[in-house]
């Protein structure tokens, strides 16, 4: 959106006169969205060839592509300590950083902490690499070899003293209209003169369908030579584990993954990390007179949000001109941030005509590892991780298509899994601790009765740790079932944008979990709050929980 683009955060001066910059013409016409995100099998197929998915010299050398060995000396420890962070991807914003302010607080815990599992969206808005230096590297500097002088990192050469293992985000996939970039180099004069106030994400390109985050994150071997592929794996696939050879991820040296969805075991806890990106796509619409009810339904849904997000483009220039106060300018941007989602979250709805291509092989390959790790008694937890939450009471993400289409792909999964494991031992769930971002807020959730394997599950939402939070929403903290029948989810603990006027509060947080001794292993969460409240920014843990 225009507004989006130009009127960001910025904040007025006194005696500065801020009129509505306009737009060409032809751009002022555009009934586009701000990004747009590659089809499933684009992610699929290019994320594949970016790390040579089964080469045949990683078939050769007998090597599993989706696993990695934390080399740190301390893995088999059975107590440990980690951190959890979510949709952080965030610049300076109103002159300061909520992202850097989260990553010092994470500085305290460091050092109990063996490493940090990021839940996605690393960057805003598009995924860029231009972004990385700002929205990343300079935030997360600590925790990088070299980041005393952040400016010199590049972010496809990024090496982390305490580890860092993220899982794609939304966000990290999109990629940017060409007009949108053009319309940002315009708007590049009006941007450096306010730069401590106008916080604009977004550069020439996007992520280039998730180019940039594979450079920065994966051990991206796509144009290396058969000679050099060679050495590579030689040197860096020494690990063994029981699967074959794999990867040795050593902090301070060689902090690759080896996929966009992967699993290592430390101190006796398996954890799985996914790439909700590629099993998110909504269900089909019924056939007949219902479905066109519903189509009906949704196309009337997004008219409105249409209808509302022009309001806002028509508010944000008469907000700069009255020189409002950048709480309200943010406000603004908040709200066209989340019309953008449901608008983006009922199109997919509406395209969706048959079953969209979905990430069958990596659904399978999560089915067939937690089999293994149940019948392998050396593991005595499992902890899952990836961007979508499932379950969630976040006001724009409840109910929707995408999160139901995660829901119900990871159903068939643990029934699966269930399946073919029952019975259960005593007191033992399926998974212990489910792990997502997606929402902007921290949540803890349990289900219920699900009538799935899913039930009676822990599931925590880390998506407030640096980008706008997000209220609850008005329902109430239970979910229903589709017929509304029975609760299957209880939230527990909601922590996000709330207040109005001078008692809004905007509380950024992440989490550190303490791992004990035991099977099943007792897990202590321990949520850590950065807020701003009043200008004024204070930091406090909220009281631990055990799951």
Partial sequence: MPSKLLFRGLRSYPRLEMKPIPLPPRLE???????????????????????????????????????????????????????????SGAGRHRGDSPQRRVAESMLAQGQESRFTLHMGDVI?????SEQYLENF???????LVGGESPEQIAYDQMVFKHPMLPVPGNHDYYDLPLAWGLLSQITLPIRRLFQDQLDLDVGWHGSYAGDAYARAFLDYLRGVNESQLQQHLERHYSATTKTGACLRYQPGDFTRLPNRYYTFRYGGIDFFALDSNTFNSPQPLPEGQVGDVLRRQLEAERNQLGQERLRLLEAAPKAMSEQADSEQLDDLYAKAEQIEEQIRDIEKQLETTKRSKIDLEQLKWLEEQLIASWNDPEVRGRIIYFHHPPYVTEATKWNQGQTLAIRQSLQRVFDAVHDAIAPLPENRSLVDLILNGHAHCLEYLRTQETGHADAHLNWIVCGGSGFSLRRQRSQGSALKSQDKQRVIAQSKLFVGRNGHGSQKRRPYSYLRIDVAT???????????????????WREYALSPFSI
């Avoid at 045949?56 to 599993?64: G, T």
């Avoid at 080399?71 to 088999?76: H, L």
């Avoid at 805003?124 to 860029?128: A, C, E, I, W």
């Avoid at 590297?137 to 925790?143: A, M, S, V, W």
């Fill in 518 to 536: 035991g099977c099943p292993p007792r897990l202590t969460v321990r949520p850590f709050v950065v807020e701003r409240v009043q200008k004024q």
């Fill in 29 to 87: 016409s555009l009934e586009m969205q701000l990004a747009s995100d590659p089809s499933i099998a684009e992610k699929i197929q290019k994320m594949q060839n970016r790390v040579r998915w089964q080469h045949p010299l990683c078939l050769k050398h007998n090597i599993d592509q989706t696993r990695l060995v934390i080399d740190d000396g301390r893995a088999d420890d059975p107590e440990f300590s980690f951190l959890v962070v979510g949709d």
């Fill in 124 to 128: 805003y808005l598009v995924g860029s």
């Fill in 137 to 143: 590297i300079e935030p997360y500097r600590d925790f």
